[in-house]
């Protein structure tokens, strides 16, 4: 038998090349589709089709995305969920499964995925947040079976397509979710980053571009609104994840349920009576953020007044960050140099004051309905008559407001 050299020559270019012989730059284009598909199926599905139940999938896309995420990850949609659940339950606290306040940046950042794995392995976790999810015979028999077949099959259909490169493209794929949700999301999105919202957490949002990791960016407009299909809510903020439910929803796959609310104002009240009362605690997120944006303007003004005395204004500037923060947020260090600014500045010493009261309307439950709103049209009165223009118009705003 004769050696047939132009055989062996095609062989070795198919093992190099694969049956779709690409450019380099198709490669790394088919490589980056792949992996915004699966951080779509992770956002959509696992996080807020799933975990939060704030829209619901018709079958083509549910069954699309479990099938698409058993390749391209090898997750297990009930883990997934049980975790991040958990997550919120414990945020920030030693239970939390991944907060990078407790176990550190780095240890999330880069070894995120070892945390997924050991709180998987955690039968009191799932069997505590984790009930809900797909239960069906495709998930018994070959998802949750055969986990690690999925990625198996994604590496096989890579060395195919691509030939030896191939493994390089499933290299990347595999590494996607662990970095950018496990670390990034995880790691950084609690710890670095712009805060629309006081939520009760450290989250932030990263950049107001949630494109790469699919509207995930905007972690804190998700912390503070978890039940909302939505993440963006700033004019200026984009979530691609929105765009891909919006339209599933125009094709009648998707049925989102909720969106982060919007405080809707009126004409201005004679007094703050318990519609103002509903609107404040429906939209407490949304009335703090305007709230603080009153007082940076007011540190601002005390700032420049310094300034032209060419007076110091280094205690302002290192207080400023924390004015509008729940006193619980302000680190020890940071505290003294808080009092000594309030002590300084009466304008910002009353904001602050009259900050924490109208927070402990919507946190003082012992209090009835009638009470409360009693409080609230004190709460006016006092802001209005302070002489302070920014809790006059702040005020003004909230007896215009609606539930």
């Known amino acids: 038998m004769l050696f047939d050299s132009a055989a062996w020559n095609t062989a070795l270019d198919w093992l190099a090349h694969g049956v779709w012989d690409l450019a380099w730059w198709q490669i790394v284009f088919y490589t980056l589709a792949t992996t915004h598909i699966t951080i779509a199926a992770v956002t959509i599905f696992l996080h807020r089709s799933q975990a939060h139940r704030a829209l619901d999938l018709g079958p083509v896309p549910a069954h699309f995305f479990r099938f698409w995420l058993w390749l391209g990850t090898g997750m297990v949609t009930k883990e997934w969920v049980a975790i991040h659940r958990k997550h919120h339950a414990k945020c920030e606290t030693p239970d939390d499964p991944h907060s990078p306040q407790t176990r550190g940046l780095r240890t999330v950042m880069w070894r995120g995925a070892e945390l997924y794995r050991a709180e998987a392995a955690n039968a009191e976790t799932l069997k505590k947040f984790g009930h809900g999810t797909p239960d069906d015979w495709m998930e018994r028999n070959v998802y949750s079976r055969f986990t690690w077949q999925g990625v198996g099959l994604m590496l096989v259909i890579n060395l195919v397509l691509f030939g030896a490169v191939g493994a390089a493209v499933w290299a990347v794929q595999m590494a996607w979710i662990p970095f950018w949700a496990a670390g990034v999301v995880n790691g950084v999105g609690h710890y670095w980053g712009y805060r629309n919202f006081e939520a009760q957490d450290a989250s932030t949002n990263l950049v107001p571009w949630g494109v790469v990791i699919g509207g995930e960016e905007l972690h804190n407009n998700h912390h503070t609104y978890p039940t909302a299909a939505k993440f963006s809510v700033k004019p200026y903020e984009f979530d691609v994840g929105w765009l891909y439910i919006s339209a599933l929803q125009r094709l009648g796959w998707a049925k989102v349920k909720k969106v982060p609310p919007k405080l809707r104002l009126g004409a201005v009240k004679p007094v703050a009576d ?130």
Request: net charge positive; proline share 2%.
């Open 274 to 403: 318990e519609k103002t009362l509903e609107a404040l605690i429906a939209n407490r997120y949304e009335v703090m953020a305007g709230y603080a944006r009153g007082v940076r303007q007011a540190c601002k003004d005390e700032i420049a007044a310094l300034k032209a005395r060419k007076a110091d204004v280094s205690a302002l500037k290192r207080a400023k960050r924390w004015l509008h923060r729940d006193a619980e947020k302000v680190p020890a260090q940071a505290q003294p140099t808080l009092a000594e600014v309030r002590a300084a500045h009466p304008v910002l010493d009353k904001m602050v004051t009259m900050r924490e009261e109208l927070r402990q309307l919507w946190l003082n439950t012992s209090q009835s309905r009638d009470q409360l709103t009693a409080d609230l049209q004190a709460w006016c009165q006092r802001a209005e008559a302070s002489g302070i223009a920014a809790l006059k118009e702040f005020s003004l705003k909230l007896r215009a407001a609606h539930a």
